[in-house]
Every structure is written in structure tokens, then in C-alpha cells.
């Protein structure tokens, strides 16, 4: 069927220095794996038993034992990352002046419903402010995204961006429950998961969904078998409650926070159980907290529409554009691309022999569209790819491997495995097969590249063995605030209006908006010095910027 092709008009752009392309790729690779749980199984499916994810009553952390109120932090010099946190090239760094990163454990409840029973340990990372004690403000505690990234591995990376506010904030990060060092979750060993990315998205028969759907129920079978003790307890909410605890262990009347892309949901569900006890904050790269899985999804879809259109626009205006001089040409000759794909994976120079599929290759073109820093990886994958002598889809591989958390020797981070397990903890919304196929035409009309494979991914939790918390995250906050929101025009992974619809959850006189005009997924890390400045003189000096402010 001939379906007329919708173009979302182009986002203004701002040339700016962006965050190295090393750590976009640890804190920006999560966003396309729809972060939603969903899923029923069709018919003739055996729904397996469930258990319900743990809410818990503890709302303060007089409710604690003093045994984790008391306790105190054993920092020391950080050791290397774990393959589930990513590889050794994160390796912390000293920032400017000399100040080295450290790291520590803290001890959480498993079961906040539970506090003097089982507990987890939560990987901490630091580095102390570089002022004098008296212009010190407090713990300045980071959340980069996912859900699933390693803020243990993420916050080094972009270290030197923050040098600023390193000047009166302890910079602290952690890996959430559930991720890297925190009882990071796996769900298969790395044979396993190359062959679950590697296999077809878009199932195109009955057959093919009977396959789709057999996987989706091993990787589950593997997660709840290596990980089902804590499962029921890797909720948003959990999460937050840890980081009251930590808020508190660290020695901050207030929570100061800076929350990027999941990490803006984790910060509203934190404004939300503890709206007096929330400082400055700032959430860039918002998601929308109100709308149902398939609406994000679907948003989703759009975003990266619209970041593809941008790029592609820019490609055409070049003269080696190897998909054409034509925006809308390119674009047909990037879906025939990805046509072929699926019946001929494309040969790389990967050393254990895998080939480009059509799923890895729409991880890889979507991670290259997180920022304009990445473009020119897609533009260098696409041409080694569409070579008609000798194509070639490493390029191409490397960033879809970048999308999935594969280490370059092979292993895998915890990545995607925790994504899903946090995000199917979290949403209690299950689609079934059937309802996944009546979405296909909506999101096809958002992207024809991108949204055959996200409405398929709306089964993601079709086998969960956890029933998830609520259909969405309850962010309102009266009392909290000022909240400090940036939303980005061209951003793919977090659409902009989702700035407009955490405002408003939030309620009344809690957020402050500033839309940043321009391309990628964060823009603090942009390096727009319009952006940067008001975040600063916010966060450093408690300047709140007027409500509607924009960046260009």
C-alpha cells in the first residue's frame, strides 16, 4: 500500500560543540529500545504466573534502620568498570585541577516495604567540589538515563563538562539498582544476546511472530532465572528511595540533581514522594510522564523521524551524499536498504564473524541520530554499506552495537537487560499481539523506518513473571520546586512536547521551562552556551530563569 509521507518540519539547529562522540555512546545508547514494558501474549499463549512489583510504604528515612541511616561510605580510589558497567576505555580520568574520582557502596533496603530485611548495595562514584568548604553547596547526584545506564561509567565521561559546577558541588553518580555494579541484571550470556539483536524486529507471519514472541519469552525466562530475587524491587520508586537514602548518607538537607532523559522521569517520581526535600533541580532532555506506552512509543517514532529528516536534509545538501541529492529519494533508498537487509545481512570485518542485520542496522542508524556529532559515523556507515564493490556494514554494526551495550571484546553490559527489567517493573500495561498489529498503520505514519519495529517492541513484557506498578509515573509535586526543564526542538528519543506535559504533571509553580532550538537527545551536553549558562547560574547561584526562556 502507498501511504503518502508525512515530514515533520525541520527543528532549527545550532552549531555548538557537543560531549565526545565515546560518551554519547555510554550515556545516550538506550533511548530507541522503547523504555516502556508492554505486552500481552496473543491467543494461544500461556500467560506464566507473576508476582507484583513492590511498592512499600516507607516514605522517609526516619522509617529506616540505623544501620543504613548511620552508615558511612567507605570511598576509595575507583577500580576498573565491569563489563556490565562497559568497557575499559571509560576508565575514570582526573578532572581539572588535579581532583580524582572515587568510589564507594551504599547499602539499600531490597524491599522498602521490608527495611530491616535483605538489602542491595548501590555503586557510588564522586568527586569532591574544588572549592573552598565555605562556597561548598552540597552533592550535586547525577542520572544520565536509560532506564539502564551506568552513571558510575557515564558521569567520568562527561566529567570535563561539569567543570563548573565541580567548583561548589561534590559531582556524584551511581548505577541504579539493577544496573552495572548495583546487582546489574542479565538476561542472556553474550552468545545469547548477539542472537537476540541480531534477529528480525518486524515479524512478517504467523510463524515469524510465533518466533518473535518465543524470544521475547527466553530472554524473560533468562532474566527472572539469574535475576528473579530482585526483579519485583527494580521500580522507579525503589530507585528514588535510594536516592533519598543517599541524599541523606551524603550529608544534604536537600537533594540537588541533575536528571537526563529517564533520569527526568526518576527525578519526577523523587519530586513526588519527597517534594520538601528537593533542591535545585534541573531535568533535560524530558520525558512525558503522562501518556501511555504506545503514545511514547509512538512518540518516539516521530522524534526519530524528525531527527532522520534533519540529517537527511543535511546529507542531500553535500555532494557525497551516498544516499542521493534528494531528501525524500534518500529516504526511499535508505528503507530499500534496510529491505535487503533482511533477506541478505551485509558482511563486516567484526572478528567473530557477525554480519549486519536489518535490526542491528536500525539500532545503529538510530544511535547516530542522537546527536549531530554522530552524523558523519552514519554518513561514513551508509556509504561503506551502499559500496557496490565492496559493501561493507562494520561502521554501521559499531553503532548498533553501541545501541545494544556491546563491548568491543564481545561482552555485554547490563544495559538492555536492565532497561527492561526496570521498565517492565514500573508500567502495568501488557499489549497483546493482536494489539500491536492494529497499531502498525499509526506508526507507520509516524516513520516508516522506525515505527514497524517500535510498534512490534510494545511486546516487549509479553512474558514479564513481574505485574508492573501503574500505567504511568505519578510526578506530582506540589511544594517542590523550582524544577528547571529543558526541552530540546530537534530531540529524537524525548519528544518536546513531553517538556510541556511534565510541566504541567508536576503542577502548579513547580516547573520552569527553556526550550534549547536545536539537534540531539540533552543539551546542557550540546555545549550551547545559552543553555549552559542558565543551568549554571541556576544550579551555582539559585538564578532561576524566566519561564519560557529559549535557546538557539
Known amino acids: 500500500m502507498t501511504r503518502t509521507r508525512r515530514r515533520p518540519r525541520r527543528a532549527a539547529t545550532a552549531g555548538a560543540r557537543a560531549a565526545t562522540a565515546r560518551a554519547l555512546a555510554v550515556a545516550l545508547a538506550t533511548a530507541l529500545a522503547v523504555p516502556a514494558c508492554t505486552a500481552s501474549p496473543g491467543a494461544g499463549t500461556r500467560v506464566p504466573r507473576v508476582v507484583p512489583a513492590a511498592g512499600g510504604d516507607a516514605r522517609d528515612t526516619g522509617d529506616l534502620p540505623r544501620s543504613l541511616t548511620g552508615q558511612s561510605l567507605d570511598w576509595a580510589p575507583c577500580p576498573e568498570p565491569e563489563p556490565a558497567q562497559g568497557d575499559d576505555q571509560m576508565t575514570p580520568s582526573p578532572l581539572p585541577g588535579g581532583a580524582a574520582w572515587e568510589c564507594a557502596t551504599m547499602t539499600a533496603p531490597l524491599d522498602y516495604a521490608d527495611p530491616e530485611g535483605d538489602t542491595i548495595g548501590i555503586a557510588l562514584i564522586r568527586a569532591r567540589a574544588q572549592g573552598g568548604r565555605e562556597d561548598r553547596i552540597g552533592s550535586l547526584v547525577f542520572n544520565f538515563g536509560g532506564p539502564g545506564g551506568s552513571g558510575v561509567v557515564t558521569l567520568p565521561a562527561f566529567g570535563q563538562d561539569y567543570a563548573r559546577l565541580h567548583e561548589r558541588f561534590d559531582l556524584v553518580s551511581f548505577d541504579p539498582r539493577g544496573v552495572g555494579g548495583s546487582e546489574g541484571v542479565s538476561c542472556l550470556d553474550a552468545e545469547g544476546l548477539d542472537a537476540y539483536f541480531a534477529a528480525d524486529q518486524v515479524p512478517s507471519g504467523e510463524e515469524q511472530v510465533r518466533r518473535l514472541t518465543d524470544r521475547l519469552k527466553e530472554f524473560a525466562d533468562g532474566c527472572r532465572a539469574s535475576a528473579g530475587h530482585l526483579l519485583p524491587h527494580l521500580t522507579t520508586t525503589a530507585t528514588a528511595r535510594d536516592m533519598d537514602l543517599m541524599r541523606h548518607v551524603l550529608g544534604d538537607e536537600e537533594l540537588y540533581y541533575f536528571g537526563v532523559s529517564y533520569g527526568t522521569e526518576l527525578g519526577g ?66 528503507a530499500a536498504f534496510l529491505d535487503r537487509l533482511r533477506e541478505r545481512p551485509l558482511r563486516t570485518q567484526d572478528p567473530d564473524g557477525r554480519r549486519l542485520t536489518q535490526s542491528l542496522a536500525w539500532g545503529g542508524i538510530a544511535q547516530a541520530l542522537y546527536s549531530e556529532d554522530f552524523w558523519p559515523y552514519l554518513t561514513q556507515g551508509l556509504e561503506d554499506a551502499l559500496d557496490r564493490e565492496h559493501p561493507d556494514g562494520t561502521v554501521l554494526l559499531a553503532l548498533g552495537d553501541s545501541m545494544n551495550g556491546r563491548n568491543p571484546d564481545g561482552t555485554y553490559t547490563t544495559l538492555q537487560s536492565s532497561l527492561t527489567a526496570i521498565s517492565c517493573a514500573d508500567s502495568s500495561e501488557r499489549y497483546r499481539v493482536r494489539e500491536a498489529r492494529e497499531a502498525l498503520d499509526d506508526f507507520e505514519d509516524a516513520s516508516e523506518i522506525f515505527g514497524p519495529p517500535m510498534a512490534w517492541g510494545l511486546l516487549n513484557c509479553t512474558h514479564w513473571p513481574v505485574r508492573g506498578q501503574r500505567e504511568h509515573p505519578d510526578v506530582h509535586a506540589e511544594g517542590a520546586g523550582p524544577v528547571l526543564l529543558i526541552g530540546t526542538t530537534g530531540d529524537p528519543a524525548t519528544p518536546y512536547q513531553g517538556t510541556r506535559n511534565m510541566k504541567e504533571a508536576l503542577g502548579e509553580g513547580v516547573g520552569v521551562e527553556l526550550t534549547y532550538e536545536g539537534e540531539g537527545h540533552g543539551a546542557y551536553n550540546s555545549g550551547n552556551a545559552c543553555v549552559r549558562s542558565a543551568v549554571d547560574r541556576y544550579l551555582l547561584r539559585g538564578d532561576v530563569p524566566e519561564d519560557g526562556t529559549t535557546c538557539d
Do not use: I, M
Open 269 to 334: 517520581v523523587y519530586a513526588h514522594l519527597f517534594p520538601r526535600r528537593v533542591g535545585r533541580a534541573v531535568f533535560d532532555a524530558v520525558v512525558d510522564p503522562t501518556g501511555t506506552t504506545e503514545d511514547g512509543a509512538t512518540g518516539q517514532a516521530e522524534g526519530f523521524q524528525l531527527a532522520l529528516g534533519n540529517y537527511l536534509e543535511r546529507c542531500a545538501e553535500g555532494e557525497d551524499c551516498p544516499l542521493g541529492g534528494d531528501e525524500d529519494e534518500a529516504e526511499d533508498r535508505l
